[in-house]
């Protein structure tokens, strides 16, 4: 991925651009300070006092329930939700035997309520990880040549894979996949006859899969969850108005281990609109000065979970909380050894050692380098040419962000927007100091 970019150009004349801060850092930035520490920045931290939840639509916070529920009517007329889903969808369920009679989706049967409750939920490493992507022929000879073409969508980031189903793929094509996820950040496929089963063996095979908490998944398999416009908003996006988007995230940075390998499918595809844009962590960081990647290499930085809980006790007082956790501020992705920025203005807080004014001005300087440099971005467009067959977007949350385009409305579209995401949780965030920038390892030009 040959490429020179001029890192000046990306800033006002200041360098450190302002009024971008939709958070300001009123807690204690001294607190917990763990600088150029390995393995060890993500123990959970104390929180703050915190405004309500945000609408960071799609991102998810944690819960280990199982347990299931019937889910709630739409609210209004006639029918459940089951009868509203999509023909594709409906289609795709019966095809692979998903049972629909009481319902769907499927909600947890008890929704963590209280902060000690959530914060114990996955607080471990999870024993016998293993990072598929470092097993994989550096070749990737078993993926690409099953392949009829293997497709870059932009120099720095995305990649479509062509004439593969998901469904068929063996271990050492999905290892092959993996170490092409950390590589590119995102990689496509189209045209996908995928059952519901088979895209959640392919993220137990990549980690521990994540259960939402709070958002339905398909019944019987907590680990799919249901990420459908339609049914989301009516249920839990109240404050999702006109204007107002699902802001550039990565999800589930709180998570102990946070979201590894993420796995997107949209079975059925609106004729336009609803396109999802990524966005390279590893880019981003090449495109900090020598001086600056210095400053933030070894930094920690708080990062919080995208639903709040109530304290014990006094609740009343002290309103909505988030689990908060402290992690590499950037951070070497085990496979591919290259630094990535771990930032994201939907969910990170404040710089650990810095003053909160400080954090805050550095902190939205990081996110203006990631989202608005559109040369280490793609747009992933969903549609296809194949009627009834899904798409996929594979990415690496640990080294990227994410948001969706609001273009699409259920009301006006034809053919409604459903998709089903499977998270793989990934292991420990570290920085290893004497790891390279992707653009050093790759010997590319630092300009
Ligand atoms: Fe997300």
């Not at 709630?72 to 795709?92: F, N």
């Not at 609001?406 to 998709?419: F, L, P, S, V």
Request: a neutral charge.
């Amino acid at each position: 991925m040959p490429s020179v970019t001029n890192k000046k150009s990306n800033s006002n004349n200041s360098g450190f651009p302002l009024g971008h801060s939709r958070k300001s850092s009123t807690a204690n930035t001294n607190s917990n300070s763990n600088n150029n520490n390995n393995n060890n920045n993500n123990k959970p931290v104390a929180t703050s006092n915190s405004s309500a939840a945000t609408n960071t639509a799609f991102s998810s916070a944690s819960s280990s329930s199982s347990a299931h529920t019937t889910p709630p009517k739409p609210s209004g007329k006639s029918g459940g939700w089951a009868e509203a889903l999509p023909e594709a969808t409906r289609k795709r369920f019966a095809k692979y035997n998903i049972d629909l009679s009481r319902g769907y989706p499927e909600r947890p049967a008890h929704i963590p309520r209280y902060l000690e409750e959530a914060y114990k939920i996955r607080n471990d490493r999870p024993e016998n990880y293993v990072e598929r992507g470092k097993n994989a022929d550096p070749e990737k000879k078993a993926l690409f040549g099953a392949a009829k073409e293997v497709r870059d969508l932009t120099k720095h980031i995305g990649t479509e894979i062509v004439g593969v189903q998901l469904e068929d793929l063996s271990e050492k094509q999905l290892d092959e996949l993996a170490l092409l996820v950390a590589e590119r950040v995102v990689v496509v496929f189209r045209e996908q006859d995928l059952s519901p089963q088979r895209q959640l063996e392919i993220g137990k095979y990549y980690g521990r899969v994540e259960v939402h908490p709070i958002q339905g998944h398909v019944p019987g398999y907590p680990g799919i969850t249901t990420v459908w416009n339609k049914y989301n908003r009516a249920k839990y996006l109240q404050q999702y108005q006109k204007g107002i988007n699902s802001g550039w995230h990565t999800d589930l940075v709180h998570e102990f281990t946070p979201a590894g390998i993420t796995h997107l499918h949209l079975d059925s595809i609106p004729e336009i609109g609803g396109d999802t844009c990524f966005t390279s962590g590893y880019a981003a960081y090449d495109k900090l000065s020598p001086a600056l990647q210095k400053f933030v290499d070894g930094k920690t930085v708080i990062q919080r979970s995208a639903h709040t809980y109530y304290k014990h006790g006094d609740q009343v007082f002290d309103g909505p909380q988030y689990i908060e956790r402290e992690h590499p501020l950037v951070h070497t992705h085990p496979v591919t050894g290259w630094k990535s920025l771990n930032v994201n203005r939907s969910l990170s807080l404040r710089i650990v050692g810095l003053e909160p004014a400080e954090s805050d001005l550095i902190l939205n300087y990081l996110y203006d380098v990631y989202e608005k440099n559109l040369d280490i971005q793609v747009r992933i467009s969903w549609q296809q040419d194949k009627p009834g067959l899904g798409a996929s977007a594979i990415w690496d949350n640990r080294v990227s962000q994410h948001v969706a385009v609001a273009d699409y409305n259920d009301e006006e579209a034809k053919t409604k927007r459903h998709a089903n995401r499977v998270t793989s949780l990934g292991d420990v965030l570290y920085f290893d100091p004497n790891s390279k920038s992707q653009r050093e390892a790759l010997g590319l030009s630092l300009d």
